[in-house]
């Protein structure tokens, strides 16, 4: 059987557990890591490198350096606070025929658990755009950001130089296959910000991006999920909604015949996605080296709301893993 090795996923916007696969001999635990992070003034001294720091710092302290993974797996539930968790868990027990209160959700049961503080730098209660550049970059940001640094939402030329690298651009950048899927569309702000870079979480297609941020040198969110490629060879898999964002307003949607695209710069982006990967990975259980083709199945599920899979949060996951060669 071919070896697979690392796989990331993440899924919609707050963290719900993360866990990790050791070899069966484990080496010797590495001497501890030490960050130092300086002592600043909030909020003027929180900067990007500040922000990563402290970040680091803290994994390192509760010893994020201590095991190798294999597998890192990402949850994340569109506003699924503490309440709303609660809520499953009754539901779930009583569903099961118990009063509710004592039943525990299956993640519950990891060997560890922890607390997310999620807030924006301009906003203490966050949107999905900023906590999810968070999570996958290390760094705070303004609400609405999309893989930028702190800055105003409304300038472009601001942002350009603010860009983030997430987790998935690295693993790319390492020679690993990445996807992702979600049952929101792919433009949506969490989704987004595994692989875009945008002040504005509502940039989505070039008829939302306004003139002004044109001729900065901004592009759309949707147009950006075809250029990550920069960084290897972007996501090989994309399933999720929105494929209004990717088709032009010329182009009538194959599913639904009174929907159309939201193009106007003439681009059909899922054309060119196939165009740049005409010899895509292979797609599921590993038992050959060639499997069933995934290239026209990557964009199948884009429609203009939600994936038929939706059940009662919008949930995104982007995996990453290193194909047999």
Not at 43 to 48: C, D, K, S, V
Not at 89 to 105: D, H, M, S, T
Not at 114 to 142: E, L, R, W
Not at 201 to 224: F, M, S, V, Y
Request: net charge positive.
């Amino acid at each position: 059987m071919s070896r697979v090795t690392p796989l990331f996923c993440a899924v919609s916007t707050l963290l719900l557990g993360a866990c990790t696969s050791l070899s069966p001999s484990t080496p010797a635990s590495p001497a501890a890591v030490s960050v130092d992070v300086p002592a600043i003034a909030h909020p003027t001294g929180e900067t990007p490198q500040w922000w990563y720091r402290s970040g680091a710092a803290r994994a390192a302290a509760n010893g994020a350096m201590a095991g190798k993974a294999k597998n890192v797996i990402l949850f994340l539930g569109d506003g699924m606070s503490l309440t709303t968790v609660a809520a499953a868990r009754i539901l779930e027990g009583q569903r099961n025929g118990n009063p509710g209160e004592e039943n525990l959700l299956s993640w519950e049961q990891f060997p560890a658990t922890a607390f997310s503080k999620t807030y924006n730098t301009d906003s203490q209660t966050p949107d999905s755009a900023g906590t999810m550049t968070a999570i996958t970059t290390g760094v705070k940001s303004h609400m609405g950001a999309i893989g930028v640094s702190a800055g105003s939402r409304n300038d472009c030329a601001d942002s350009l130089d603010k860009e983030l690298l997430t987790w998935l651009q690295l693993a790319d950048s390492a020679g690993m296959a990445t996807g992702i899927v979600s049952t929101a569309r792919l433009t949506h702000a969490t989704p987004a910000a595994t692989y875009a870079h945008s002040p504005d979480r509502n940039w989505e297609n070039d008829t939302h991006l306004p003139e002004a941020a044109k001729a900065a040198g901004c592009t759309d969110i949707a147009q950006q999920l075809i250029a990550t490629a920069r960084y290897g060879r972007g996501p090989l898999v994309a399933l999720g909604g929105g494929r209004g964002q990717f088709t032009t307003v010329n182009e009538q949607d194959p599913e639904y015949a009174d929907k159309v695209g939201l193009r106007l710069d003439g681009r059909n982006l899922v054309a060119e996605w196939q165009a740049a990967h005409p010899q895509a990975p292979m797609s599921g259980t590993p038992t050959s080296s060639r499997l069933r083709p995934v290239r026209r199945r990557c964009w199948a599920c884009l429609n203009r709301t939600t994936c038929s899979t939706r059940t009662t949060a919008p949930r995104t996951v982007a995996a990453s893993r290193r194909w047999p060669s």
